[in-house]
C-alpha cells in the first residue's frame, strides 16, 4: 500500500553537545533531563504531536542507548500508530559503503529512503537542542502559502548578539534573499533556529546534488541554503515569537529550568491545550516532610524533601536529607542529597549521591557540575564552576 | 516471569458509608493518595505477582472505572498474549443486569473464566488496600495442599462490629468462620481474596448456584467451612493493610501514607504502583508558600499554607489560604484566605475567597465533585 503523508518529520539528535561537559558525557544532548520531568527531545517530540505530526525520523548518533529506550514506542507522545510513528535512525552500513552522518544534511540524505516511504508531501525538519513551543502547523501552512521550496523558522534577536546567529535577510514579503552565517555586520536581526519546512522533492534533489559535491560538508545552513539560494529557488522566513532557548551551555541550561521559576514563567508548562509529553516514571505524589522548607521551587512525584529547598528545580524521585540546603540548584532525576550539605548554583545529575556535609558551588560564580552516577564524599568542597564526575 | 495465575477484580461493593465519595464512582475508582485510584493497588500487587491476565468485574456507576483504565496501557496490560478484559454487567434471562454479590457476579461471568488457560485463579474484593505476593499465597497454597486459600490480616486496623469476615486459623488452616458478628471473637480478618485452582471454582459456583440457595460468596465459603470436605487454607497477608468501607476510613488511609514507614510499604522501588498519567508539570511553590506534612502531586500551584494534608494532581492553593489535615482532589482552586480543615474535597470543587469550612477531626466532611462554595 502506498502511503502519502503530508508531513514527515525529521529530528536531528546525534549531536553530544560538548559544551553541556560531564552532562553529556554518557547521553546525547536530547537525552539531558529539564524542568524537573522533561528531557530537552520532549519538546520537538510534543511539539510533533501537538501540531498532528504523527510520522516523527529521530536521527541518532553519539552515545544513543538512553535516547534509545527513552523514546521506545513512543507511546507518551502518542506516536506509537500503525500508520506512522517514531522511527529512531541511526547510521547503518550500506553494502560496501557504510558510514557516520558527516553532517545535518548528510544525516538526512542517508534516510531518504525512509521518507520515501511516506511519499510525503513536506518534511520538517528538526532539532534536539531546544526548549520552545511550536504550532508546526502554522509554519508549514505558511510554506504552503508561499509556494515555497523551503521556509526556514526564525526568531528575532537582540541586533547587537546577531552577529553569534545565521540570519536570514528578507525582503517586505518575507522572502529570503541573503543568508549570512554569523556576519561582523548584520543586515538583520532574523535568527534561523535551524527548523525547516522543505517541500520534498526540492530537499530530495539538493540532498542529492550536494552529496556529489566533494567540497561540500553536507550542512543545511553552510551548504544547502545557500545553493538553494543561488539557484533561485523560494525560499521564505517563517517568524517565531515565542520563548525559545538554545540549552547548549551548563549556564543555558540552569538559566533555562531557572526561568520556569520565575512568577510569570516565559514557558508556561501548564498549558493543557499544549500538554509537553514525557515518558513518566510511575512515582507517588512527592512529600513535603514536617520539617522540610520547599520555597519557590518546582518539585516533581517522588521527591521527598527532609531538608531546605529554595529556588530550585527538583526532578523525580529526589531525595533531600534533614538539614540539607538546596538553593539555585537543578537537581536531576533519582539524585540523593545527604545529610547537611550544601548545594548552591549547581547542577547535579542523574543517579548522584552527595555525602553528608558536602559544599557544591558557591552563592555566586559559575554553576558547578556534578556528573550522573557520581558519589560524592561527605565533606567533599566542589567550587563554583567546578565539574566532578566520570 | 509468567505465572499459572489468572487474575479477577469484582468491583460490585455496595459501601454507602461513602457517602458522596461513592455516588458516581465505584469504590475500586476511589481517588488514593494523591494520584492513584483504589484499584491501582490491586493491580500492582497482581502486575508484580507475575498475573498477566485480570479480569475485572464491573457494576454500577462504571465510567470512572472504564475512563481510567482505558486499553489497560499504563498497567503494559495491553498485549496479545496479556491483558484486562472489562467484564461490565449485562441482561440475561436468569440476570437483570445487576450482581446480588461475588457468587452471582461470578456465575454470569462464567465465561472468562472457562476460556482462561491458567490452572488457578485469584479472585479479589476491590475495597481493600494491602500489599502482597500471590506468587507467595499461590506457593503456600500447593505447600498446603489446599483446595482454596484465604487471605488474611491481624491488622486491628480492619476489624469492624457487625461487619467483616473472621476466620479462625488452626496450622494454617480455616476451622471456623464468622460472618457479620456483632464483636469478632477471631484474631484473623479475612482481606477478601482468595486463590483456587479455576476448575474447582467453576465447580463451585455451578454447584452453588444450582442448588439455589446461595447467593454470596460469604455463604460458599462458610458452606464450605462448615462441609469439611474441602481444605481451606489461610494466609496471612505481610504489613498493614487498609479496608475502605467508611469515610473515616478512606480518610484515614490516605492520611497513613503521610507515614515514612506506611509509604515505602506500598511504593517500592522495584514494585512501582502505575495509574492513568495526566502528563502535568511538577508542582510548583511559589510567593509564600508554606507545605509540612504534605504528599503533593504533579501539576499543583501552591502560594498559601498546607499541613498535614493530601493534594491531587492540578490542585490550587492561592495566596493567604490555608488547608489543614484534607484531601483535595483533581483541579480542586481553594482561593485566596480561604480555609478549609478535616475536610475531604472531591474533584473540581472551589472554595471562594474568604470561605472557610472546618470540619470536627472525628467527621471528616465530604463536598462533592464540581460544587462551589
Known sequence: ?390 | MKQNIVGLIYTGERVDELQELTRYRNTAALPMVGRYRLIDFTLANMIHSGIKNIGIIMQKNYHSLMDHLGSGREWNLHGKRSGLTILPPFMSRENVGVYDGLLDALHNNMNFMRRSVERNIVVTDSNVLYQVDFRDMMNHHLDNKADITLLYTKDRNVRRNARGRYLQVEKDQVTKLEIDPTIPHFENTYVGAFIIRRELLIDLVDRAVASGQHHSSREMIAQMVSERIYRIGAFECPGRVWMIDSVESYYQCNMDFLNDKLRAQAFRDDKPVWTKLRDEMPARYMGDSLVTNTLVADGCLIEGTVENSILFRGVVVKPGAVIRNSIIMQDAVISRNAEVENCILDKQTTLREDVRLIAPRSYPLVVPKNLTI
Not at chain 1, 79 to 104: H, M
Not at chain 1, 205 to 222: C, I
Open chain 1, 1 to 390: 500500500m502506498q502511503q502519502h503523508k503530508t508531513c514527515v518529520a525529521m529530528l536531528l539528535a546525534g549531536g553530544q553537545g560538548s559544551r553541556l561537559g560531564i552532562l553529556t558525557r554518557h547521553v546525547a544532548k536530547p537525552a539531558v533531563p529539564y524542568g524537573g520531568k522533561y528531557r530537552i527531545i520532549d519538546f520537538p517530540l510534543s511539539n510533533c504531536a501537538n501540531s498532528g505530526i504523527d510520522t516523527v525520523g529521530v536521527l541518532t548518533q553519539y552515545k544513543p542507548m538512553e535516547l534509545n529506550s527513552y523514546i521506545g514506542s513512543g507511546a507518551p507522545w502518542d506516536l506509537d500508530i500503525s500508520t506512522g510513528g517514531v522511527f529512531v535512525l541511526p547510521p547503518y552500513s550500506k553494502g560496501e559503503e557504510g558510514e557516520w552522518y558527516k553532517g545535518t544534511a548528510n544525516a538526512i540524505y542517508q534516510n531518504l529512503a525512509f521518507i520515501e516511504q511516506f511519499n510525503p508531501k513536506y518534511v520538517l525538519i528538526l532539532s534536539g537542542d531546544h526548549i520552545y513551543k511550536c504550532d508546526y502547523a502554522e509554519m508549514l501552512a505558511h510554506h504552503i502559502k508561499h509556494e515555497a521550496a523551503l521556509t526556514v523558522a526564525v526568531r528575532q534577536v537582540p541586533w547587537e548578539d546577531a552577529s553569534r546567529f545565521g540570519l536570514m535577510n528578507t525582503d517586505e514579503d518575507g522572502r529570503i534573499i541573503e543568508f549570512e552565517e554569523k556576519p561582523k555586520n548584520p543586515k538583520s536581526n532574523n535568527a534561523s533556529m535551524g527548523v525547516y519546512v522543505f517541500t520534498w522533492e526540492k530537499l530530495r534533489d539538493y540532498l542529492t546534488s550536494d552529496e556529489r559535491d566533494p567540497k561540500s560538508q553536507n550542512d543545511f545552513g553552510k551548504n544547502i541554503i545557500p545553493t538553494m539560494l543561488n539557484a533561485g529557488e523560494r525560499l521564505v522566513a517563517w517568524n517565531f515569537n515565542g520563548y525559545w532557548k538554545d540549552v547548549g551551555t551548563i549556564e543555558s541550561l540552569w538559566d533555562a529550568n531557572m526561568d520556569l521559576l520565575s512568577p510569570t514563567p516565559p514557558i508556561n508548562l501548564h498549558d493543557r491545550k499544549w500538554r509537553i509529553y514525557a515518558r513518566n516514571v510511575g512515582e507517588p505524589p512527592h512529600f513535603a516532610s514536617p520539617k522540610g522548607v520547599i520555597q519557590n521551587s518546582l518539585v516533581t512525584e517522588g521527591c521527598e524533601v527532609y531538608g531546605k529547598v529554595v529556588h530550585s528545580v527538583l526532578s523525580a524521585d529526589v531525595k533531600v536529607a534533614e538539614g540539607a540546603v538546596v538553593e539555585d540548584a537543578v537537581i536531576m532525576p533519582h539524585a540523593k542529597i545527604g545529610k547537611n550539605a550544601v548545594i548552591r548554583r549547581a547542577i547535579i545529575a542523574e543517579n548522584a549521591e552527595i555525602g553528608e556535609g558536602a559544599v557544591i558551588g558557591e552563592e555566586t560564580g559559575d554553576i558547578a557540575v556534578v556528573g550522573s552516577n557520581t558519589i560524592v564524599a561527605p565533606g567533599y568542597v566542589l567550587k563554583a564552576g567546578e565539574q566532578l564526575g566520570e
